[in-house]
């Protein structure tokens, strides 16, 4: 009973008061804690204090700070809008080619910026614009941006992915390579879903610009050196050459060097840099504190046993758990951000999904795929509601109307991926 009051306690701070989700989960953890412990609060406190030391202390927790600052850095380069006008280029004048320039864009800012949220709001200042004046239909164009914008918590380096890790003790690294092959699914489905579209609904996605060769070289060759720099870290991952923690270092030593090269590193644009990224970083560890206090009384308080147990005693198949645990998810994505169920769910969820014997690798990348599909699904769709901010003149219905072709390809590809883990593990297979 007391864990249910304390979970429900942490659902009911974070819905009804403003109060930082780290503080509320370490707070009812710790209370949690001593509830159950003998000897009260001073082992409340105590617990607390190392599950904070040991993350400041753990080695795979630098590698987010690191790729924070590489994905600063490559935004103060004003890297966006040549990503776009490259894609645009190449593929603007095939149907619904400015989408798929979009599309590719938002993946190539997700991979560099490791955040759903600045890739949506960073391309809806660039592409909507031109999708506009191209007659492109408003709902379609802000559900294309929104939807591309979810890539940034899957394609690595992804923080979703990195905070999991550090839930459940797996490899950064394996779970950086186990997210590149259904990252670059989803970016393959979302331009199928466009060029779809454009087929049966033209005045929806009409045809662009057609550039000369000589053109998108030009345009290839601004950005050569932030690609040749993703390429080499993903590359060095997959091929062993490196840690994920080292990837970060080489990641954010050639974007500082790729910003300086550019002549727009500034002693005022390298200290905003620096503190943009302690900002972000110190906020992700007090919330994985919390969470960690919170795993804490969990496991104390015996809650991954006694559901494993419950699930025994309904005679469901493993595939038939996952499946629940599924709708779960998607359930719960209606109504909480997606980071809050990462840190709310995952110490509960992953014991279950490892009892079953199912990989947590590959469960960690279903996982933020659910994630994903949470942040363009109403009612809370955070990168919708990202979209309306920026476009208030445009209902929310529409662009969740324009969104919907989107949602229907994830959830093809989720059901892809729980039909057939390899997809998900042949990378990773390859570095152990």
Excluded at 190 to 208: D, E, H, N, Q, T
Excluded at 223 to 241: E, P, S
Excluded at 242 to 271: D, Q
Aim: some cysteine; overall charge neutral; proline content about 5%.
């Amino acid at each position: 009973m007391l864990e249910f009051l304390v979970l429900g306690s942490v659902v009911g701070i974070i819905a009804f008061t403003r109060l930082p989700l780290g503080f509320v989960m370490m707070f009812c953890g710790a209370a949690g804690i001593a509830a159950l412990h003998p000897r009260g609060l001073s082992a409340a406190m105590a617990i607390s204090e190392q599950q904070i030391m040991n993350l400041a202390m753990n080695y795979q927790f630098s590698v987010l700070p690191l790729f924070i600052l590489m994905g600063v850095f490559v935004v103060q380069a004003g890297l966006a809008n040549e990503l776009f006008e490259a894609a645009r280029r190449w593929v603007g004048h095939y149907p619904g080619g400015l989408g798929m320039a979009t599309i590719l864009a938002c993946g190539g800012f997700s991979a560099m910026s490791a955040s759903s949220s600045a890739a949506s709001a960073t391309m809806a200042h660039i592409a909507v614009p031109e999708m506009k004046s191209a007659k492109y239909d408003d709902g379609f164009a802000a559900g294309s941006i929104a939807a591309g914008g979810t890539m940034g918590i899957l394609i690595p380096p992804s923080s979703a992915l990195i905070i999991y890790a550090l839930l459940t003790q797996e490899s950064v690294s394996e779970l950086f390579v186990a997210g590149i092959i259904p990252g670059l699914m989803q970016i393959g489905f979302y331009i199928i879903v466009m060029a779809i579209v454009a087929r049966f609904l033209p005045s929806w996605a009409p045809r662009g610009t057609v550039y000369t060769m000589k053109d998108r070289f030009a345009a290839l060759w601004k950005i050569w050196g932030v690609l040749f720099l993703f390429g080499l870290v993903m590359i060095g991952l997959v091929c062993g050459w490196f840690t994920a923690t080292e990837a970060g270092g080489i990641g954010a030593g050639g974007a500082f060097l790729f910003v300086l090269a550019r002549r727009k590193l500034t002693f005022k644009v390298f200290a905003r840099s620096l503190l943009d990224t302690a900002r972000i970083s110190t906020m992700i560890f007090i919330v994985a504190s919390g969470a960690l206090v919170l795993n804490q009384f969990i496991n104390l308080s015996g809650v991954p046993g006694d559901v494993v147990r419950f699930i025994e005693s309904m005679h469901l198949s493993p595939p038939m758990v996952i499946l629940c645990l599924i709708v779960f998810y998607t359930l719960l994505g209606c109504l909480m951000d997606g980071y809050a169920m990462i840190f709310l769910t995952v110490p509960i969820v992953a014991p279950i999904v490892s009892g079953l014997g199912y990989d947590l690798v590959w469960w960690g990348i279903v996982t933020v795929l659910v994630v994903e599909i949470s942040l363009i699904t109403p009612p809370v769709g955070l990168n919708v509601f990202i979209l309306k901010a920026l476009l208030p003149e445009l209902p929310i219905v529409k662009i969740f109307k324009g969104i919907m072709p989107y949602l229907v390809s994830d959830v093809a590809r989720l059901l892809l991926i729980l039909a057939f883990p390899a997809v998900t593990l042949l990378l990773p297979s390859l570095i152990t």
